[in-house]
């Protein structure tokens, strides 16, 4: 399997866990069955846009910022995943619901920080494994250019 996709799908996992996290503790918080795998896909790619824009903006003074970039990166996603998701999908109501909710997914995204090279060499090793058992479906080859 591709690195990059692999890498997005323990990245959705993450945080996912850390948005129903959230939406656990937080009664100003709601995520919806369906539309809440969509909102955790669309604050994912959200936030693996966001944050390579943030980090170019704030250039050489960015390792002095780092906690600044997440916080600002979590938030920016969260706001998009809010507007781009129905309210009975994905919704945060309430000043301090958006305070929590960006500290608490923030600090899952620290967590998932420490562990993301690991994690995903763990489940691309899995992937692996699964694609060598017998009865398993072989990658097909490119088509030549």
């Known amino acids: 399997m591709n690195p990059k996709v692999l890498s997005f799908i323990v990245a959705a996992i993450a945080y996912g866990v850390t948005l129903v996290v959230a939406n656990l503790v937080l009664e100003g918080m709601h995520i919806g069955w ?3 795998l969509v909102a955790v896909a669309l604050f994912t790619v959200t936030i693996t846009l966001l944050r390579p824009l943030v980090t170019r903006l704030l250039g050489k003074h960015v390792h002095g910022w780092t906690w600044v970039l997440g916080l600002v990166t ?6 998009v995943t809010t507007l781009l998701s129905p309210s009975s999908g994905f919704d ?7 305070v929590w909710a960006t500290l608490i997914v923030w600090v899952g995204t620290i967590v998932y ?3 993301d090279e690991k994690a995903v060499a763990t489940a691309a090793s899995h992937v692996d494994r699964y694609q060598q058992r017998p009865g398993a479906t072989p990658p097909t080859p490119a088509a030549p250019a």
């Open 113 to 115: 920080d420490l562990v």
């Open 74 to 79: 979590v938030l920016g996603s969260l706001v």
């Open 34 to 36: 369906l539309w809440g």
């Open 92 to 98: 945060i109501d309430g000043f301090w619901t958006w």
